[in-house]
Nanobody, 120 residues
Framework: QVQLVETGGGLVQAGGSLRLSCVAS????????MRWYRQAPEKQRDLVAA???????TYAGSVKDRFTISRDSTRNTVYLQMDSLKPEDTAVYYC??????????????WGQGTQVTVSS
């Protein structure tokens, strides 16, 4: 079994910062791409940022230059540093990762989500 657990969400004022963490645990052979998504009430779940196993990062236009994704492969952990937060960043943030549990088998796993609320 593989589990992704996100931490670091909370309530912050506009202009503030938060750092999200997501740790993968269980029967892990290797991890490929890791991603952060978010879902606001009554909206679809959108990709925020992604990072490859080699460390190449990509961002949604709405968060570029404000959010930074990084990973520590030795800890099976991905981070999302969120600066200059805006009320429109309010959402549940989900971690997602492509995890190989055997050399010939991988699956895309999701975390349970962590709430981020930005007050104006």
């Amino acid at each position: 079994q593989v589990q992704l657990v996100e931490t670091g969400g909370g309530l912050v004022q506009a202009g503030g910062s938060l750092r999200l963490s997501c740790v993968a645990s269980g029967s892990i052979f290797s991890i490929a791409a890791m991603r952060w998504y978010r879902q606001a009430p009554e909206k679809q779940r959108d990709l925020v940022a992604a990072i490859t196993s080699g460390g190449t990062a990509t961002y949604a236009g709405s968060v570029k230059d404000r959010f930074t994704i990084s990973r520590d492969s030795t800890r099976n952990t991905v981070y999302l540093q969120m600066d200059s937060l805006k009320p429109e960043d309010t959402a549940v943030y989900y971690c997602n990762a492509d995890i190989w549990t055997r050399p010939n088998y991988s699956w895309r796993y999701w975390g349970q989500g962590t709430q981020v609320t930005v007050s104006s």
